[in-house]
């Protein structure tokens, strides 16, 4: 097998090749743009269905913890149209479709309740709206257990779904017991639902032999085939899992949807027909998790130059009632405690919380948006305490080239770009004049005050479970020269399909609408990773790149034995082959001969991630590849007196090093930014004393709107981009880092905050910083300055 990643820097900085529409580095256009803006695009719902299709519904509970009592189901057998019921005692298999096998995620429950909203058992009828009226009917009693509703309580009471972690270097108890400085406090995270457009969707299509296919709105096609396979106790050739698109998908779709997927597949197994299982917007957002909230308690001590000298924090994360990927994500946020700054001796502990609420999941960044907003907020703290611009302090805290480089997790950071990245920012953004005008105009402005924040992104790329970082591709080439692709990624709409066509376009020299993709199916790619992690592009582009190569070596080979001339006159140039002064042949024709000579023209290709090792037990090693960089300036206008705020300007620079596709690359900049300033804004999930959600339809839960767009935005990809390592053309993963360039919009809503006490009172604002909690942060901040000016005159009678 040829090595993909055995090509030069040379090699990996060439410009988009002059006459070859589609290529690498060419803003090529999203392949789904037209079926899109057309509506033409297919997703799952949109599948004919073959006649006798069955819908199905899920029956609730209607409390957070308890014992069923009693289960009457026999109005909902009997409710119009119903074809069959569902409970824990259908399952054919095993009753657990938990990703980490921890065998604490049942299908349905058997008998015990561990969150309200938790479906308790299933109907399939010929409508959905008969399966959904009939589901209402069921009469359930039970007996009420004690419900663990918040992480504190979790923590008094010692409930985890995983255990505890530390991570530590250095001795952080000493560092602080000599500090200058130290700072203690406490922030609250709040979590953030996917939103996806559209919502989990599963349509099984029996099979023979039992066997059965899956069209399923998942970013974990070979999770889904394997889950399912188990909970119908089948081998997993038995489950074809196929998805061409997904109208969203942001974590909520790596490992929630096999529950949705395994219920479709028993009733289509057990009734030998269709079944659609589309979940309510309602539904879903009462039934599948979220982003973890986190209560983050930290103790920090600095110099009179804000730099950090010793620093203990403690993570709490709500994890819901079962580990799903929890231990995975709390261990990101830990990863990512350090952001772009080198801390020294620290010590990190984390607490992975069990609660009678919808278990969390995966959210893109995983977790290491809780861990750098919290750094992130530290930094600003300490900046106020020495008196310093908070830029100052960042500058004085980056890590270094030579020196002060190593993480928490005892990772050296080999790629350190941050001094470039700053430097273009603070020119391009004007950040030092704005920041006096600010100045200027806050004093003068007692109710509308206006706040400025530069923050970085430093996020490190690959899964950090290891053995996940591997991927697979098919290619075929037909005689007439076209070539069809397929490979282990699931397009959910950012564009990971495009660039990996055009990574074979590249290879192959043709324009890119010779290039069919199509849908991601584990028949043809096998044992496939998660699209996730922002490793989409990097692993299976390389992946493609390794088919294609394989290929284009036999044709070169073929054709320097046919035409006798040497292998290394054989060259691939836009839309043809040119073989030393023997012959000029189109792609077509070379492979029309190649075939008729038996030339194979079909090829795997397979990646997997260099370099990687980490022993968790010792939390040291080389957890990511490299690291994705990015810096934001972020300026905001708030109200005091109604704490309504506004983002006014951003400026934006990214490093996605030398990028596949840039078009592709700026919209999920921009997206990520916008969904990042959401979660940290507007964003509020509410649940009721009885562990009810609250929040879960548009007109309670409020994402962003076109209006929330910064009127005034500035994004561009850093000129100066680069990998030192060896990915795909030297390009940078761009799934997840820009989601925290929006930190930067949040330290902003504080400064501006602040900037009511003059900076001399620090803030307490937690997120989401909606409206009440940027009032509530305001009303704080003026009772505590009267207390402190109230101290002030007792101090100074008391010296008298």
């Known amino acids: 097998m040829s090595d993909p990643s055995a090509h030069s820097q040379t090699e990996d900085l060439i410009a988009p090749t002059a006459g070859l529409s589609g290529g690498v580095r060419t803003p090529s256009k999203h392949d789904s743009g037209p079926k899109h803006v057309a509506g033409e695009a297919v997703y799952i719902d949109d599948i004919i ?123 952080a108890a000493s560092a602080l017991a000599k500090a200058k400085h130290r700072r203690s406090g406490r922030m609250e995270i709040g979590g953030q639902d996917h939103f996806y457009l559209e919502g989990q969707i599963s349509f099984a299509i029996p099979q023979e032999d039992g066997d059965v296919l899956l069209h399923c709105s998942t970013q974990h096609p070979s999770e889904v ?14 489950v074809t899992v196929e998805v061409r698109r997904m109208g969203g998908g942001f974590g909520g779709k790596e490992t929630q949807a096999s529950q949705w997927a395994a219920l479709a597949a028993i009733v289509a197994v057990k009734t030998g027909r269709p079944a659609k299982f589309r979940l309510d917007r309602d539904d879903d957002m009462i039934m599948t998790g979220k982003r973890h909230d986190f209560i983050v308690d930290y103790d920090v001590g600095f110099d009179d130059d804000g730099r950090i000298c010793g620093l203990d924090i403690q993570y709490a994360a709500n994890c819901g009632f079962s580990a799903d990927l929890s231990a995975a994500i709390a261990d990101r946020a830990m990863f990512h405690t350090d952001n772009a700054y080198y801390l020294g001796d620290v010590e990190i502990r984390s607490y992975r919380c069990k609660t009678n609420l919808v278990s969390n999941t995966a959210f893109r960044g995983f977790g290491g948006p809780q861990g750098m907003v919290a750094i992130e907020r530290i930094i600003d703290e300490i900046a106020m305490i020495v008196g310093r611009d908070p830029m100052d302090v960042r500058l004085a805290n980056y890590y270094g080239t030579d020196d002060r480089n190593t993480t928490p997790y005892h990772m050296v950071v080999e790629d350190n770009v941050l001094g470039e990245l700053t430097n273009d920012i603070l ?7 704005r920041r006096a005008a600010i100045t200027a105009f806050n004093a003068q402005s007692p109710v509308l ?92 582009g390389m992946a493609a790149r390794d088919a294609a190569m394989t290929i284009k070596n036999r044709l070169i080979a073929f054709a320097a034995e046919k035409y006798g001339v040497a292998e290394t006159a054989v060259r691939f140039v836009p839309g043809k082959i040119i073989i030393g002064d023997q012959a000029e042949l189109s792609f077509g024709d070379i492979i029309k001969q190649a075939y008729l000579a038996r030339v194979s023209l079909s090829a795997t290709g397979y990646y997997a991630t260099p370099k990687i090792h980490y022993d968790r037990d010792a939390a040291s090693g080389r957890p990511f590849y490299y690291f994705a960089y990015g810096m934001a300036c972020s300026e905001v206008l708030i109200d005091t007196l109604t704490g309504e705020n506004k983002v006014t300007r951003v400026d934006i620079i990214h490093d996605v090093g030398r990028s596949l596709n840039p078009a ?73 880092p820009p989601l925290m360039l929006a930190i930067s919009v949040h330290r902003a809503i504080a400064d501006a905050i602040a900037s009511v006490a003059d900076h001399k009172v620090i803030p307490n604002l937690n997120t989401p910083a909606t409206p009440e909690a940027v009032l509530y942060a305001v009303a704080d901040l003026a009772k505590r300055m009267i207390e402190n000016a109230g101290q002030s005159v007792v101090m100074a009678g008391a010296g008298e």
């Open 49 to 171: 269905e073959p006649y006798g299709t069955l819908h199905l519904a899920p029956g609730a509970a209607t409390i957070a913890h308890g014992k069923i009592t009693k289960m009457d189901l026999s109005k909902v057998r009997t409710a119009p149209g119903v074809i069959c019921v569902l409970t824990a005692d259908d399952v054919p298999g095993v009753n657990d479709v938990s990703p980490a096998h921890t065998h604490d995620e049942p299908v349905l429950p058997d008998g015990l309740v561990q969150f309200y909203g938790q479906p308790v058992f299933c109907v399939a009828a010929q409508t959905r709206a008969q399966a959904r009226h009939a589901a209402k009917l069921a009469e359930i009693e039970y007996e009420e257990l004690p419900a663990v509703l918040s992480v504190d309580e979790a923590l008094e009471k010692q409930l985890f779904v995983a255990p505890p972690h530390v991570m530590k270097q250095g001795d």
């Open 225 to 238: 085939q394997h889950n399912i396979a188990n909970v119908l106790g089948r081998p997993a050739n038995a």
């Open 427 to 433: 020119k391009s953004s004007d950040y030092c004049n």
């Open 449 to 540: 005050k206006k706040g400025l924040s530069v923050t970085p992104v430093k996020f490190g790329i690959s899964f950090t479970t290891s053995f996940l970082n591997q991927a697979g591709a098919l290619i075929h080439v037909y005689q007439d020269g076209s070539v069809h692709l397929n490979h282990g990624g699931t397009e959910m709409g950012q564009g990971l399909f495009i660039k990996v066509a055009q990574v074979v376009a590249e290879e192959f020299q043709i324009d890119l609408d010779q290039i069919k993709i199509t849908a991601t199916n584990t028949g043809k790619v096998p044992n496939t990773s998660a699209t996730a992690a922002s490793s989409g592009a990097d692993m299976n």
């Open 664 to 736: 592709i690359d700026r919209g999920q900049i921009e997206g990520g930014f916008i969904q990042g300033m959401g979660w940290l804004t507007t964003e509020e999930l509410w649940w009721d004393d009885g562990g009810n959600l609250r929040t879960h339809a548009p007109s309670t839960y409020k994402i962003p709107a076109c209006s929330d767009r910064p009127e005034d935005f500035r994004m561009e990809l850093w000129a100066s981009g680069r990998n030192v390592e060896k990915t795909i053309h030297r390009s940078k993963a761009v799934g997840e």
